[in-house]
Each structure stands twice: as C-alpha cells, then as structure tokens.
C-alpha cells in the first residue's frame, strides 16, 4: 500500500516536468492506477479485518474525490 501511495503523488509530479500534453498524461494514467490498486488493497485490508469499515469508507471516499480529480485533468489535457 505504501508503495501505490507514493506512487501516487510522485507520478502527479513528474508529469508536471513533462512538455508534451501526452506525455503529461500518460504519467497522470500511471496515477490513476496506481490510485486503482491501492483502493483495491484497502478492500482487502477489510476483508482481512486491517481496517474497519469507518475508515474504509472515508478512504475510498477520498479515493474517489482524487480519481474524479484526476480523470479530469487527463480529459484537459487531451481537449486542449
């Protein structure tokens, strides 16, 4: 999980060095994704009892507000 959280920001970031609108969108997918697997392990961390369901539901909440976020800047970036 850490490593997808790291994943996370550090893909944000480099996308911003980035020039090209693909360029700075392919590494915003790689963020997506990487967002992807770690909701997918917070549903596992549940499942397993790691983490209760509060939390879970206020993660993935933040999970989804990141991934809207996210989708969108990659729409701007191809429909500019």
Known sequence: ?????????????????????KDKAQFISISFASLMELTCQAEIALELEYIDSLNYEEFIKACKDLSVRLSNYRKYLFNS
Not at 3 to 9: D, G, L, N, Y
């Open 1 to 21: 999980m850490n490593r997808a959280a790291i994943s996370i920001p550090s893909n944000i970031a480099e996308s911003s060095g980035r020039h090209s609108k």
